[in-house]
T-cell receptor, first 114, second 113 residues
Framework: DAKTTQPNSMESNEEEPVHLPCNHS???????IHWYRQLPSQGPEYVIHGLTSNVNNRMASLAIAEDRKSSTLILHRATLRDAAVYYC???????????????FGKGTLLTVNP | DTEVTQTPKHLVMGMTNKKSLKCEQH?????MYWYKQKAKKPPELMFVYSYEKLSINESVPSRFSPECPNSSLLNLHLHALQPEDSALYLC????????????FGDGTRLSIL
């Protein structure tokens, strides 16, 4: 499985934008890029995913580099509730069981200061 | 509130006990998952069920026995666990396939005495 590299931790101030980077230099042409987050004492929560084009939803935006070797999760205005571990995960678009797997890395611990 | 419900939220058991963890979803999802998460570590996949059939077993010891009685329910039967099995056990569901997001419950925190 292709691996991702994220900073261990990042810090932000409330109501400011946050850019969370992820490197995935060994990504294959058919891998999806997913982002999940895990708030304290909760299960992981889906945030956003993309393949090649940038994506927006109500929670965040995903910017994907043209060569797809990196991506950035953008929280437009951080709130205290956004403090969590953010995971960048690649999922292979293959047949069989492999396309069901989420392989979590260590993620980035985001701290939001009031 | 999550759409995947796990019970119990906390469980303490001895090494000789038999217990079961339960997971329920009513989103019509066809794939269901068990993950294990140790403290300050990321979740690790244990099992995947697709259409009520076991699709993936990530070399999990036989003291963990999954069961999918129907498309809405997923159980994890526990027997003769070891102290190192103490962890947060997370259930998830999805429509299946690499593009579909997985929806997680808040987990069962298991402690083995």
């Amino acid at each position: 499985d292709a691996k991702t590299t994220q900073p261990n931790s990042m810090e932000s101030n409330e109501e400011e934008p946050v850019h969370l980077p992820c490197n995935h230099s060994t990504i294959s042409g058919t891998d999806y890029i997913h982002w999940y987050r895990q708030l304290p004492s909760q299960g992981p929560e889906y945030v956003i995913h993309g393949l090649t084009s940038n994506v927006n939803n109500r929670m965040a935006s995903l910017a994907i580099a043209e060569d797809r070797k990196s991506s950035t999760l953008i929280l437009h205005r951080a709130t205290l509730r956004d403090a969590a571990v953010y995971y960048c995960i690649l999922t292979p678009r293959g047949s069989g069981g492999s396309n069901y797997k989420l392989t979590f890395g260590k993620g980035t611990l985001l701290t939001v200061n009031p | 509130d999550t759409e995947v419900t796990q019970t119990p939220k906390h469980l303490v058991m001895g090494m000789t006990n038999k217990k079961s963890l339960k997971c329920e979803q009513h989103m019509g999802h066809r794939a269901m998952y068990w993950y294990k998460q140790k403290a300050k570590k990321p979740p690790e996949l244990m099992f995947v069920y697709s259409y009520e059939k076991l699709s993936i077993n990530e070399s999990v010891p036989s003291r963990f026995s999954p069961e999918c009685p129907n498309s809405s329910l997923l159980n994890l039967h526990l027997h003769a666990l070891q102290p190192e099995d103490s962890a947060l056990y997370l259930c998830a569901s999805s429509q299946g396939g690499s593009r579909q997001p997985q929806h997680f419950g808040d987990g069962t925190r298991l402690s083995i005495l």
